[in-house]
């Protein structure tokens, strides 16, 4: 049985935006400040195993677009919810 506090919150989503330049734009902005987290925030830099960025390793690359990947979602609902994108 499906409770009403469930039926009541299934009302209340936005819709997902639709893909265009200005998300895109934001998603790319986001990769890169999680790059920059992820080149700050790391002790054993730019080592092995090479990734195709110089100075990067490739566990660092994979966590800093990881990381913005999960900025960049934050960032697009957020602004899509209050109807800046």
Partial sequence: ????ILL?????VPATPVWS???ALVMVICN???LVFARIGTQDRGT???SPIPGFGFPQLLAGTCFGHILGAG???G???I???
Avoid: E, R
Wanted: charged letters at 5%; aromatic letters at 4%; glycine letters at 8%.
């Fill in 1 to 4: 049985m499906i409770h009403s």
């Fill in 48 to 50: 092995k195993p090479p």
């Fill in 75 to 77: 960032a697009i609902l």
């Fill in 32 to 34: 890169i400040l999680g």
């Fill in 79 to 81: 602004l899509t919810n």
């Fill in 83 to 85: 109807g800046a994108i």
């Fill in 21 to 23: 330049f200005k998300i």
């Fill in 8 to 12: 009541a919150a299934q009302a209340t």
